[in-house]
Nanobody
Framework: QAQLVESGGGLVQPGGSLRLSCAAS????????IGWFRQAPGKEREGVSC????????YYTDSVKGRFTISRDNAKNTVYLEMSSLKPEDTGVYYC??????????????????WGQGTQVTVSS
């Protein structure tokens, strides 16, 4: 059964850091792009960052540039999202998903599949 599993969320103070993981099982991530999305209560799901597993190309939404870093480990079939200098507005459920679309960097939710169950990130003092 193909699935993605997110982990690493939690409660952190403003300015703190977290590392999220997105592990795939039942299929390989090779040749696909992986996107991290987040959804705050009452808001639409938004793209945060994505990476292409073949060449490592990365993209970030403007609000996280310079603070978040996405990386991949093809051998482990896993993608990571390092988040630092966290702000309260980073709070939400973080999801990962995969796509073979060439426009993966546009963060169009409908192009992504195999959504994980999400991991909660709460930034609060």
């Amino acid at each position: 059964q193909a699935q993605l599993v997110e982990s690493g969320g939690g409660l952190v103070q403003p300015g703190g850091s977290l590392r999220l993981s997105c592990a795939a099982s039942g299929f390989t991530l090779d040749h696909s792009a992986i996107g991290w999305f987040r959804q705050a209560p009452g808001k639409e799901r938004e793209g945060v960052s994505c990476i292409h597993m073949s060449d490592g190309s990365t993209y970030y939404t403007d609000s996280v540039k310079g603070r978040f870093t996405i990386s991949r480990d093809n051998a482990k079939n896993t993608v990571y999202l390092e988040m630092s200098s966290l702000k309260p507005e980073d709070t939400g459920v973080y999801y990962c998903a995969t796509t073979y679309s060439g426009s993966y960097y546009l963060f169009k939710v409908y192009q992504y599949t195999n959504w994980g169950q999400g991991t909660q990130v709460t930034v609060s003092s």
